[in-house]
């Protein structure tokens, strides 16, 4: 059992004088990182985790991945530039051929990109714009449960409201839909009578004359929602959607940050159901662990003028030469395909501990974006027989899992689902050790919750 130690607990001491009240990764994962290889970090006392975090779904190839890292340096070996606004060099003209060749047809054919500030939500911001400029709308549509960035438009268009709530004025004309939930439908039904019921609300809301809401410049959603709780929408559900943002010519915008790169089993998240978005938004894995972020789209919304988004940072030569040896080893090396296996194998140990564990309402994900809700079984269930989420038993088994040399991230309604996040280069018997500490993990972390109940602390 690995516990932060006295030279990670200095960094960690100097890190709270001097940094923002906002930071957040260090409270939940109290280490200071000094090595990282593939999928392992060691700490700055020598402790040594498996990461399942991976830079939030930055690191496709782990850390310090050999080609990536050749990349970098025949950037650095050959003096060429590091910093070129939006100017084109051979290796943008380069990112954006084999970025253009990894869509599907159907959307390359028709896309035109622009490259944003280094940052996802800088996308999101883009995004807006362009379509809001394109329709000549100003009313946007998003879901409940999505995330999309903390900058002020993107977060408006984030269903999760603690960041929300001590921040005025926030966008206006954004409405929130409800987003298919099989373990938590909010219509109480779940399966595929939650998920009709959800498109059947949307399509009579867009042609309701009443609805209270004007016709949207667009509609932005997650496949598989993350931040919220890693919650895949079904396949042909998605259909149901591009047909009626189609239909009504509502510009359709997925949010591909973290699902981008083969995470879900496909090079694509949108690929699962076989529909073409209007737009798409990338960034996390593009970058090959380095800043960068792209809006593509149709070229039909191409009607923005010169300058309508600029960023000083958008032209980083090292991320989009790391972002070209990334995508390279991903097809070569078949990653999308052994993300669906590894994904498959990991879910296949986490049903095998559910069975054991009660507390483990719902385990669900596509590819290596697995995400486990933790669950009171000791509460009374609802109507559909689901128990009320225990957020303190997820922090529980994150701080019993980083104990045990595996770092996760916890997420979702209440803070109470398990994340998992690791490279596509992990392997089977890694999958087996990340199971196995995880099982330890809950099952100290309960016998914790259970002393707490038995044994309260007087005074």
């Known amino acids: 059992m690995s516990l932060p130690g006295r030279i990670s607990h200095w960094y960690l001491q100097r890190q709270t004088q001097r940094e923002s009240n906002a930071r957040s990764y260090p409270r939940r994962i109290p280490i200071a990182m000094r090595e990282a290889k593939g999928i392992y970090v060691k700490d700055a006392d020598g402790n040594l985790y498996l990461d399942c975090l991976a830079g939030a779904g930055t690191l496709a190839l782990g850390h310090n991945h050999p080609v990536v890292l050749e990349a970098m340096q025949r950037v650095l070996n ?249 995508l390279g080893y991903i097809q070569e090396n078949h990653l999308t395909e052994h993300a669906a296996a590894m994904g498959k194998r990991l879910m296949n140990h986490l049903y095998q501990i559910q069975s054991e564990f009660p507390c483990m309402g719902d385990i669900r994900g596509r590819g290596l974006m697995i995400g486990v809700e933790m669950v009171n079984p000791e509460a009374s269930a609802d109507r559909r027989g689901c128990y009320p989420a225990h957020s303190g038993l997820a922090k529980a088994i994150q701080q019993e899992c980083v104990h045990r040399g595996l770092i996760v991230e916890i997420g979702g309604r209440w803070g109470s689902v398990v994340r998992f996040l690791p490279p596509l280069i992990v392997t089977a018997e890694q999958i087996d050790q990340i199971a196995e500490i995880f099982q330890a993990a809950v099952n100290a972390a309960q016998q914790q919750m259970l002393s707490v109940v038995e044994f309260p602390e007087v005074g």
């Not at 900058?151 to 999760?160: I, P």
């Not at 206006?172 to 219509?187: G, I, M, N």
Request: hydrophobic share 40%; proline share 7%.
């Open 78 to 326: 050959d003096n060429l530039p590091l910093h070129t606004l939006d100017l084109t060099t051979p290796i943008k003209d380069q990112f954006v051929e084999e970025l253009f060749a990894s869509l599907p047809p159907a959307f390359a054919r028709n896309a035109k990109i622009q490259f944003c500030g280094p940052s996802g939500a800088d996308a999101v911001e883009a995004a807006v714009k362009l379509v809001k400029t394109a329709t000549g709308r100003r009313s946007l549509l998003s879901f409940q449960g999505g995330y999309h960035g903390m900058t002020h438009g993107a977060l408006s268009l984030t269903g999760n409201l603690a960041p929300k709530t001590e921040v005025a004025g926030l966008m206006a004309d954004v409405h929130f839909l409800p987003y298919p939930y099989h373990y938590r439908c909010p219509f109480g039904f779940g399966g595929e009578v939650g998920y009709s019921l959800a498109s059947r609300y949307i399509e009579h809301l867009l042609d309701d004359p009443e609805s209270g809401i004007i016709p949207p410049a667009g509609m932005i959603l997650e496949i598989v929602q993350g931040e919220g709780g890693v919650i895949p929408a079904p396949d042909h559900w998605m259909r149901q959607i591009r047909r009626m943002t189609r239909d009504r010519t509502i510009p359709l915008i997925v949010d591909e940050i973290q699902t981008g790169w083969g995470r879900t089993g496909k090079l694509y998240a949108f690929e699962h159901s076989g529909i073409i978005p209007d737009v798409v938004l990338l960034s996390k894995a593009i970058g090959g662990s380095l800043p960068l972020s792209v809006v593509l789209y149709n070229q039909e919304l191409d009607v923005w003028a010169p300058g309508a988004h600029a960023g000083t940072f958008r032209g980083n030569q090292l991320a989009m030469a790391a972002g070209i040896a990334t």
